[in-house]
């Protein structure tokens, strides 16, 4: 098969070198804008690892196009499953089940994953699971993948997830659902989503994470000449928001003569990410002391965020607290984490009927509620 260009993948081991793992799971991920399919074993051994990006039909939008992404998603899953077997070195009899993410995402995107899923489920006659989305980004931090010996933290954890759709801290006592316990949340706009936002405000293309985060590390927060609010500040909440911010960072920029360039603007991108980071760290820190947990996990595609990166750490040897940042390959939307979740609910005996569909919302319980007024 001729590789496309936005194809990354991975043979984690030489199946001569395989320790017979117990259960060898195909996840299929397609919630988003990522078009994904791994082989993943039930100890988080990572056999093949593969990701289509569809960013480059989405960039022309400044964000992801529902229903571009349901055409890219149907055009790339039966190439990318493919790989992703092959690149295992395993053939699909070897499989012992399949893995697919159903919620939360965009309907029609989960909808192309799940058709796949079951298709493949019900054609080779294996067990079918779905997984929630949030929880394949919490358990993320255990997968092995090939040449890594980073130390996995053990239960319970304190994890700060933050992605593109989801920003909130999670109490994790388990992999399963009922394990995980929201501590707090954003009430509206998740961090990924500010970083996005505020990039396409300042003219740096989608996603803006990424540039946001680059241009951040030449830039200085302190000459940018504006203070930027930190979304409920109030250190007894675990509540946060990003919206402000972002039209804080509209307003500013509306003031100004001209938009800011060159180190203008790489200042007014250190004063915005330092002000999402700073939130971010302190409120996980201080999830951490209130439940008595020394382990602090990163997860979501923020996660990759340098800067958020170094000042948990400092933060974290600071306070004695220990701290697990997944490689960036697990921190963005991946289907290893889906494989390893849905390998996690087989090996309990879980198993989903083909008659599951795609779901919107997460099936984690939320305290938070959306929105502004009195709490
Ligand atoms: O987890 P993810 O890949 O997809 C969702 O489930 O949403 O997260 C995507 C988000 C995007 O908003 C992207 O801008 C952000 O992660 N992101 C970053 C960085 N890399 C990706 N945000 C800040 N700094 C980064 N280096
Ligand atoms: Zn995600």
């Not at 007014?268 to 999830?287: D, H, M, P, W, Y």
């Not at 979740?341 to 009927?353: I, K, Q």
Request: glycine share 10%; with cysteine.
């Amino acid at each position: 098969m001729r590789r496309h260009p936005c194809f990354r993948a991975l043979t984690a081991h030489s199946p001569k070198r395989l320790k017979s793992p117990l259960m060898l799971v195909l996840g299929i991920e397609t919630s988003c804008d990522e078009t994904a399919a791994a082989v993943v074993s039930d100890s988080g051994d990572v056999y093949s690892d593969v990701v289509r990006s569809q960013i480059a039909s989405h960039a022309p939008y400044g964000g992801v196009v529902p229903e571009i992404a349901s055409r890219d998603h149907a055009r790339a899953v039966v190439p990318v499953v493919r790989e992703a077997i092959a690149a295992s070195g395993f053939t699909l009899a070897q499989i012992d089940g399949i893995a697919v993410t159903s919620r939360p995402g965009l309907s029609g995107a989960l909808l192309v994953g799940l058709s796949a899923a079951k298709g493949l489920a019900w054609a080779t006659q294996k067990p079918f699971v779905t997984v929630d989305h949030l929880v394949g980004h919490l358990l993320a931090v255990l997968l092995q993948r090939p040449g890594s010996s980073a130390p996995r933290p053990e239960y319970p954890f304190i994890a700060l997830l933050v992605s593109g759709g989801h920003t909130a801290i999670y109490r994790v006592n388990g992999p399963e659902l009922s394990l995980v316990h929201e501590i707090g949340a954003t009430r509206d706009d998740a961090a990924g989503e500010a970083f996005d936002k505020v990039a396409k405000l300042l003219g740096l293309g989608y996603p803006g994470g990424p540039q946001i985060d680059r241009l951040a590390a030449i830039g200085n927060a302190a000459r940018a000449g504006v203070t930027l609010p930190r979304g409920i500040a109030d250190h007894r909440s675990f509540e946060m928001s990003f919206s402000g911010l972002k039209s804080a960072v509209a307003r500013h920029v509306a003031s100004l003569p001209s938009p800011p360039q060159d180190q203008a603007l790489a200042d007014l991108c250190a004063a915005f990410q330092a002000t999402i980071v700073e939130t971010l760290v302190s409120k996980t820190v201080r999830a951490a002391a209130r439940e008595e947990v020394p382990r602090i996990v990163l997860a979501g595609g923020v996660a990759a965020n340098k800067g958020l990166r170094a000042r948990m750490a400092e933060v974290c040897t600071r306070r004695e607290l220990a701290l697990f940042v997944p490689p960036f390959s697990s921190c963005t939307d991946n289907a290893a984490m889906i494989a390893y979740a849905g390998a996690l609910r087989l090996s309990r005996g879980e198993t989903d009927t083909l008659s599951e569909g795609p779901a919107t919302k997460t099936a984690l319980l939320r305290v938070t509620r959306k929105g502004g007024g009195k709490r």
